[in-house]
């Protein structure tokens, strides 16, 4: 029986990381029903997206893991100096927020296969990675995120603004008395 790797990361931390043995297919379900008691559906959205994730070993990998990943009839090519394992990854999202345009997990599952302590370390930074609130998006308020050159252009223009607001000076003008 395989073993499959489930993390559950919230807000850029994992909270869980376990192995367990069974069908990839069924721990995913029965992560799935079980989230539905975290769940809050006036809240947020809740997803179940599964994805192919790129593994990266450098080679050569030892008899034992090329076993393993064949045992799992996983898609492998070579790139250079690697090994590309395509593993799928299911992510379970229960806790998260639109901001206009912009999507964020809060909360997440991710199920995959277990390979091994290199690839369940992949899958936590990308379950902790995933649910970090992206920059310009911070607890469903605004915050303003400027570029240097957005910096330097607002400074310029306040440097504008300073010296056409400068008080101009004035020549005075005295009325000309008139001689008798």
């Given amino acids: 029986m395989p073993k499959i790797v489930v993390v559950k990361s919230v807000e850029g931390k994992i909270e869980d990381s376990r192995v367990v043995e069974g069908e990839l297919t069924n721990i995913v379900k029965e992560i799935a029903r079980r989230t539905l008691e975290e769940w809050n559906p006036e809240k947020s959205d809740f997803t179940i997206i599964k994805a192919r994730y790129e593994l990266r070993y450098k080679l050569p990998i030892s008899p034992d893991l090329y076993d393993i990943i064949d045992e799992l009839n996983l898609e492998k090519f070579r790139e250079e100096n690697n090994l590309i394992v395509v593993v799928p990854v299911y992510t379970i ?19 995959t296969y277990y390979i091994d302590e290199e690839e369940k370390k992949q899958i936590e930074e990308y379950a902790a990675e995933t649910t970090k609130a992206p920059k310009g998006f911070q607890q469903g308020g605004l915050e303003l995120s400027l570029t240097e050159e957005d910096i330097a252009r607002l400074e310029a223009g306040l440097e504008e603004e300073v010296q056409t607001s400068k008080p101009k000076k004035y020549k005075s003008r005295r009325s000309k008395r008139k001689s008798k």
């Avoid at 806790?95 to 345009?101: A, I, K, M, S």
């Fill in 93 to 111: 999202s229960f806790d998260n927020e639109w901001l206009e345009d912009k999507y964020h997990d809060k909360a997440i599952y991710v199920v």
